[in-house]
C-alpha cells in the first residue's frame, strides 16, 4: 500500500472528490480571517510600579480605579466643605488654594429720620458778627463757624412760642472743647434762666413759654471749621441727631437705593504675607555703609545713622537661600513702610536657575515667569547721605488683588430676596427650582430673578380721593402686590400695615392699589398735578414693591453675562480672602454670596472622561 505520510496526491482522487475538496477549502479560508478578535498576551487586570507600556488594563480595572479615585475625591470634598458667607464686606478665614464663586444679590436701603428735631435751619443765611462766620446746612442740619470772635457773639437759631412750662427739652449738638469761656449751644427762657450744652448733650425745664435756641461764642476765641449740629427735641431723655424735618417726605425726599448701577468687586488678602517669619537676615552685616541694622521681628528692620552708600540686601544670594518658598501665581504685591526702591531674585528650583527683578516700589506688580516658585535675596536701597533715625522699616509679598467690574443697569437688583442665576446643576438657586420651574428656563442660560418691582408714578393712573381720620388718602391703581409686604417710595414713608398711616405715609392696601396720605392737598386734582409736575421735572415719585408672583427673566445683555461669568472663575487665597467693593454713593452696597470650592474639579472632570472613554470603547 502506498505511503500516505505525505498526504493523497489529488490526482489519485476523482473528479468528484476533487471537486468537494475545493468548496471545503474555500469555506475554511473565508471564516480564517481573525481581523478586531483580541491578541490577550498583555492584557493585565493590575497595574503596578513594574507595569509596562505594552501592557493595558482590562475596562474592569478601568471601572476599579476610577471608581477609587472618585471615593477619594469624595473624601477630600467632604474633609474640605466649602465656605460660604453672604454680606457687602466679606472676610473668609481658613480659605486655601480654593476656585471661588461670588453670586451678586440685591439689597435695598434708605435714609430715613422721624422729625422729632425742631431747629429748621431753612430760613437762615450766611451771616458774619464780629468776624465770625456762620454758614447754615439745612439739608445736613448743620451750623459752621469761622473766624476769631472780636468780641462776645451769638447767633440766634430759633424761637419758640406758646411752650408748656415744667415740659422738659433735650439739648445736643456743641462740638467738644465747649465751655463757658470758648462756645456752647444753649436755650434761653428770654429772662428766667437757660440751660447749655457744651459737648455731651442736656435737659431743660421749661420755665417760660417763649424760648429762644443760640450759639455763642466768647470774645477772643478762634473757630476753625467748628461744626455745630443743633438739636432740640421734646424729651427727658437723650435723641440721636437728625437734622430738622421727617423724611422720605415730600419737603424732604429720600433717594430708595437699590442695585442699580456699576460696581467694582475686589478680591484681595493683606493678612498673608508670603515671606517667611524668619527671612530677615542680612548679608550686609549688623553695621553696614554707615548704616546700624538691627532686627526686632520677621518682616522687618531698623536702620539708623546717616548712608553712605545706597544698596541694602536681605536674604543671601550667594546660597540661594529661599525666603519666600512657594509662589504660584503670575503677579504679587510687594510692600515696604518706607517706600523704598527694591530688587528681587527669583529662583526656579527645577532649573536651578535665577532672575532678577529691579527696581520695584511700595505697591508694584512683582511678575513671575514659569517654573519661578521663590526668592532667595530683596535688596533695598537708600538715599546716599541721608539720615535715618532708628528708622522701622515693614516689608511683605501679597497676592495680587483681583478685581472684577459688574454693571447691574440692565436687569437691577431691587431687595435682598433679589438675585442672579444661571440655569445649571450646581447652582444652588436653580437646584431649589421645582421641576415645573426648571421646565420653563433655557440651560445654560443666566437669569435674574426678582421678587421686587419699581414703579415710576406719573400722575395720570386711576386716582382717588377720601377723607380719613389721618387726613387726606389719595388711592392709586398702580399694579400688583403682594399683601402685608412693606414698601419703599422716594416721597413718602413707605409702611407694611394700614394701622400705622400717618401724613406722609404709603402703604400697600390690596392687590390692586397703593394708599397716599399727603395733608397737604384736599383735592384729587392738586394731587395728581403734584405727581405730574414731578414727573415732568425728571424727578418722579417712585415706589419699590413686592410682586404678587416672583419673575426669572433671561438676561441677554452679553456684558452682564460675561461679568457673571467671570465672577464664577475667581480664586481664594491661602488663609484669609476678603471681599469688597467700591459703586456710586446713590447706589446700595451689593450682598454678595461667596463660596469657595476646593481645587479639584478638574479630578472630577478627568473621572468623567474617563469613565465616557471606557462606555466608548
Known amino acids: 500500500m502506498t505511503n500516505l505520510v505525505d498526504g493523497i496526491p489529488s490526482t489519485d482522487m476523482t473528479s468528484a472528490v476533487q471537486t468537494s475538496l475545493g468548496k471545503a477549502d474555500t469555506a475554511l479560508q473565508e471564516h480564517q480571517d481573525i481581523t478586531g478578535k483580541e491578541d490577550k498576551t498583555n492584557k493585565v487586570t493590575s ?67 422721624e422729625g422729632y428735631n425742631l431747629v429748621d435751619l431753612s430760613g437762615k443765611t450766611t451771616t458774619k458778627i464780629n468776624e465770625v462766620t456762620a454758614t447754615f446746612d439745612n439739608q445736613q442740619g448743620t451750623v459752621t463757624l469761622n473766624g476769631t470772635a472780636s468780641a462776645n457773639t451769638s447767633f440766634d437759631l ?105 460696581y467694582g468687586i475686589e478680591i484681595n488678602n493683606n493678612q498673608a504675607n508670603f515671606l517667611k517669619e524668619e527671612s530677615t537676615q542680612s548679608s550686609s552685616g549688623t553695621n553696614w555703609c554707615g548704616l546700624t541694622f538691627s532686627i526686632p521681628n520677621g518682616h522687618s528692620f531698623v536702620i539708623s545713622g546717616k548712608a553712605t552708600a545706597t544698596e541694602f540686601r536681605v536674604g543671601n544670594s550667594h546660597d540661594s537661600t529661599t525666603i519666600v518658598s512657594y509662589l504660584k501665581d503670575n503677579s504679587y504685591t510687594v510692600k515696604n513702610s518706607l517706600n523704598l526702591k527694591m530688587d528681587f531674585t527669583l529662583v526656579n528650583p527645577t532649573t536651578n536657575t535665577s532672575r532678577k527683578v529691579l527696581n520695584l516700589y511700595n505697591g508694584d506688580t512683582l511678575s513671575l515667569e514659569e517654573g519661578e516658585e521663590g526668592i532667595s ?134 392687590n390692586i392699589y397703593f394708599d397716599f396720605i399727603d395733608n397737604r392737598y384736599n383735592a384729587l386734582a392738586d394731587f395728581k398735578t403734584f405727581l405730574q409736575t414731578q414727573y415732568n421735572n425728571q424727578t418722579p415719585v417712585i415706589i419699590y414693591y413686592t410682586l404678587a408672583t416672583p419673575t426669572n427673566t433671561k438676561i441677554t445683555n452679553t456684558t452682564l453675562i460675561t461679568q457673571l461669568e467671570a465672577l464664577q472663575n475667581m480664586k481664594a487665597y491661602q488663609d484669609q480672602t476678603n471681599i469688597s467693593q467700591t459703586h456710586n454713593e446713590a447706589q446700595a452696597d451689593m450682598k454678595i454670596n461667596a463660596k469657595t470650592i476646593m481645587s479639584l474639579r478638574y479630578m472630577q472632570s478627568e473621572i468623567e472622561e474617563l469613565k465616557q472613554a471606557i462606555l466608548n470603547s
Open 158 to 262: 430759633i424761637t419758640l412760642n406758646n411752650l408748656t412750662i415744667g415740659d422738659t427739652y433735650y439739648i445736643s449738638g456743641c462740638p467738644s472743647g465747649g465751655n463757658p469761656s470758648t462756645y456752647r449751644l444753649w436755650l434761653s427762657d428770654i429772662t428766667v434762666g437757660s440751660g447749655a450744652d457744651y459737648g455731651s448733650g442736656t435737659t431743660y425745664t421749661i420755665q417760660n413759654t417763649s424760648v429762644i435756641l443760640r450759639i455763642s461764642v466768647a470774645s477772643g476765641v478762634s473757630c476753625n471749621n467748628l461744626i455745630f449740629k443743633p438739636l432740640l427735641v421734646k424729651s427727658n431723655t437723650a435723641k440721636p441727631f437728625e437734622p430738622y424735618g421727617a423724611s422720605p417726605s415730600p419737603s424732604y425726599p429720600s433717594p430708595v437705593k437699590v442695585i442699580d448701577g456699576s
Open 47 to 113: 497595574v503596578d510600579e513594574n507595569s509596562t507600556n505594552t501592557q493595558y488594563p482590562s475596562a474592569k480595572l478601568f471601572y476599579d480605579k476610577t471608581t477609587d479615585l472618585q471615593e477619594k475625591y469624595e473624601t477630600l470634598k467632604n474633609d474640605h466643605p466649602p465656605i460660604e458667607a453672604t454680606n457687602t464686606e466679606l472676610t473668609l478665614n481658613g480659605t486655601g488654594d480654593f476656585d471661588l464663586e461670588l453670586n451678586p444679590k440685591g439689597n435695598i436701603t434708605q435714609e430715613t429720620r
Open 377 to 510: 535675596t530683596i535688596r533695598f536701597y537708600v538715599d546716599t547721605n541721608t539720615t535715618y533715625d532708628n528708622q522701622l522699616v515693614t516689608y511683605a509679598i501679597y497676592n495680587k488683588q483681583q478685581t472684577k467690574t459688574i454693571d447691574t443697569s440692565p436687569n437691577p437688583l431691587y431687595s435682598e430676596d433679589d438675585l442672579y442665576f444661571k440655569a445649571v446643576n450646581g447652582d444652588s438657586f436653580y437646584d431649589s427650582l421645582t421641576s415645573e420651574q426648571k421646565a420653563s428656563l433655557e440651560s445654560g442660560s443666566w437669569y435674574v430673578h426678582n421678587e421686587w418691582g419699581k414703579y415710576i408714578i406719573t400722575g395720570q393712573e386711576n386716582w382717588e380721593y377720601y377723607s380719613v381720620t389721618q387726613g387726606s388718602l389719595f388711592r392709586g391703581f398702580l399694579t400688583s402686590s403682594v399683601v402685608g409686604k412693606k414698601i419703599y417710595s422716594n416721597y413718602y414713608n413707605g409702611i407694611a400695615n394700614q394701622s400705622d398711616r400717618i401724613n406722609n405715609t404709603c402703604y400697600f392696601n390690596s
